[in-house]
């Protein structure tokens, strides 16, 4: 079957022929037009007919001086193209030091901010400790009676003091994080009866929400594989997650099953405001809230969800959350069962 496409010929390859010609003073700007004419017939009744090929039609470029003109403008553009492609490489090579230097750069900052706030968590934690101490020695009595009055005082000032202490340990473990000294110490963990103290222990600010807090784990469960005190903290931070982000009313469970043979799924599931599925990802960007406005009604540092991944995937394992905005979230992770 013949093809209908034209012809392959080398004058194809080179742009601007007639130009060229006329430079090279090899014909005149008269004999260009008749050229240009002549191709336009040829093309009106369907010929093929380039340029050069119509001046030798015409006798007013001879053959073979045609073809040196041709061979001419292919090697410069042939030089043309080596040339811009060693400009690219160049290019190439000076963007991607650019970018190196870039990444040396951004890499040195995080390290300075990690150095910054593992140093000034420390130093915040020596103030606190006499400040804790103090308020101990007060509502024991210990520097004298107190009214009910100032002992309802210090008791918030207590508490306030608790939290500012989680904040300065969160601060701290996002340092050795990202320094990478952030250590694990695995070992055969009763997950059943960690889950039920980290329960206890949320049960407490569920009621002042006045959110149904449900923990009931399994009987029969086996051991996992992990660091029992960072798990502990991973399962508290998606507790007080779920039940700070809970309205009055709602729900906030944690479940444990088993996962074929090998593996115990953990999971905490709240009927909160849930996440809007195009901001998932930032969800675990350090110190960054959803609502970064000056009256947002949730507080926090915004490290608690960043450091739960990196903890969870420290155990080999991932982190999964579904949300479904207005109705809820569920976080689950998987951990290695410990068989006998």
Do not use: C
């Amino acid at each position: 079957m013949e093809s209908n496409s034209p012809k392959l010929s080398p004058e194809m390859l080179v742009p601007r022929l007639g130009e060229y010609l006329l430079q090279k003073g090899l014909i005149s700007e008269a004999d260009l037009q008749r050229a240009l004419v002549h191709q336009q017939n040829m093309a009106a009744i369907g010929g093929q007919s380039l340029l050069g090929q119509a001046l030798v039609e015409l006798k007013l470029l001879e053959k073979d001086t045609l073809d040196q003109v041709i061979t001419e403008l292919i090697i410069q553009l042939r030089s043309a193209l080596q040339s811009s492609n060693r400009n690219l490489e160049q290019r190439v090579r000076e963007r991607t030091a650019e970018l190196n230097e870039a990444l040396n750069r951004l890499s040195e900052l995080n390290q300075m901010k990690a150095n910054f706030v593992a140093n000034i968590s420390h130093e915040l934690r020596t103030p606190l400790t006499h400040v804790k101490g103090y308020i101990e020695l007060l509502i024991s009595e210990s520097l004298g009676p107190i009214a009910e009055e100032q002992r309802h005082a210090l008791s918030v000032s207590q508490r306030a003091a608790g939290k500012l202490e989680d904040m300065i340990e969160d601060l701290i473990m996002f340092s050795l994080a990202s320094r990478g000294e952030m250590s694990m110490k695995l070992a055969s963990v009763d997950i059943r009866r960690l889950i039920s103290l980290v329960g206890k222990s949320a049960a407490r600010k569920a009621e002042e929400r006045g959110v149904n807090l449900i923990v009931n784990p399994p009987e029969n469960l086996p051991l996992v594989q992990a660091d029992a005190e960072k798990i502990s903290w991973v399962i508290t931070q998606l507790l007080d997650n779920g039940i700070k982000f809970t309205p009055s009313g709602g729900t906030v469970t944690v479940t444990v099953e088993e996962e074929g043979h090998n593996l115990v799924q953990v999971m905490v599931v709240d009927t909160g405001i849930g996440i809007p599925q195009s901001r998932m990802q930032e969800i675990f960007e350090p110190f960054h809230q959803l609502d970064g406005s000056s009256t947002r009604r949730f507080g926090g540092t915004g490290l608690g969800l960043s450091l739960v991944r990196q903890i969870v995937e420290a155990h080999g394992s991932l982190l999964d959350v579904k949300s479904d905005e207005g109705k809820g979230t569920t976080f689950k992770f998987p951990l290695l069962a410990m068989r006998e």
